[in-house]
């Protein structure tokens, strides 16, 4: 069956310290992988995607995501936190065709910022 | 640029009434998805549409019901209101992109049954 981990429940960094947030997933294929933001009362933003190519993929917010098939992880990046970024954070899974397209999300890594 | 809309943001609802969630997908999106977020947990996939006809479903229950109109707005109407249906229900898009799609989302409506 498809899942999503994200083994890091809550995370605490200092500002100005580098974050990496994991995501493992379990697939049949190679899936589509995104990681959304959702701050507290908000919506999902799209941080990044993977479809197929370059393994590393940037966003925004200067994130960016590596794809590594032989570990079926899809890792998040970034090299100095901001105090904004504080949110939760979410990996996910998204189908290719012809199957389905529905999501699978992880259970989520809330990020803390210290000052 | 336009994002998706859900209205209402926010509504409170007795046990046993009913309640309609409505959606605006981006413009030329054509295919629309809707999710719950319970207290604390990820969102979980409730049901889809593309080109208004139901495409996937997934753990919605039977008192829920959903549709997509010929302006590809979405209605979730859910009955016989439960304290356990209370949660963030969220609404996403998406445009054919040759397989390769992804799922805008729009801002969610908070639903708290009393």
């Known amino acids: 069956a498809q899942s999503v981990t994200q083994p890091d429940i809550h995370i605490t960094v200092s500002e100005g310290a580098s974050l990496e947030l994991r995501c493992n997933y379990s697939?049949?294929?190679?899936?589509?992988l995104f990681w959304y933001v959702q701050s507290p009362g908000q919506g999902l933003q799209l941080l990044l995607k993977?479809?197929?190519?370059?393994?590393l993929v940037q966003g925004i917010k200067g994130f960016e995501a590596e794809f590594k098939r032989s570990q079926s992880s899809f890792n998040l990046r970034k090299p100095s936190v901001h105090w904004s970024d504080a949110a939760e954070y979410f990996c996910?899974?998204?189908?290719?065709?012809?199957?389905?397209?529905?999501?699978?999300f992880g259970t989520g890594t809330r990020l803390k910022v210290l000052a | 640029a336009a994002g998706v809309i859900q209205s209402p943001r926010h509504l409170i609802k007795e046990k046993r009434e009913t309640a309609t969630l409505k959606c605006y997908p981006i413009?030329?999106?054509?295919?629309v998805y809707w999710y719950q977020q319970g207290p604390g947990q990820d969102p979980q996939f409730l049901i889809s549409?593309?080109?208004?006809?139901?495409?996937d479903k997934g753990s919605i229950p039977d008192r829920f019901s959903a549709q997509q109109f010929s302006d590809y707005h979405s209605e979730l109407n859910m009955s016989s209101l439960e304290l356990g249906d209370s949660a963030l229900y969220f609404c996403?898009?998406?445009?054919?992109?040759?397989?390769?799609?992804?799922?805008?989302f729009g801002p969610g409506t908070r639903l708290l049954v009393l």
């Open positions: 996403a898009s998406s445009f054919p992109s040759g397989g390769q799609e992804t799922q805008y």
């Open positions: 697939y049949g294929a190679t899936p589509y």
């Open positions: 993977y479809f197929s190519g370059d393994t």
């Open positions: 996910a899974v998204g189908g290719r065709p012809p199957g389905t397209y529905k999501y699978i």
């Open positions: 413009p030329r999106h054509d295919t």
């Open positions: 549409f593309y080109e208004k006809m139901q495409s």
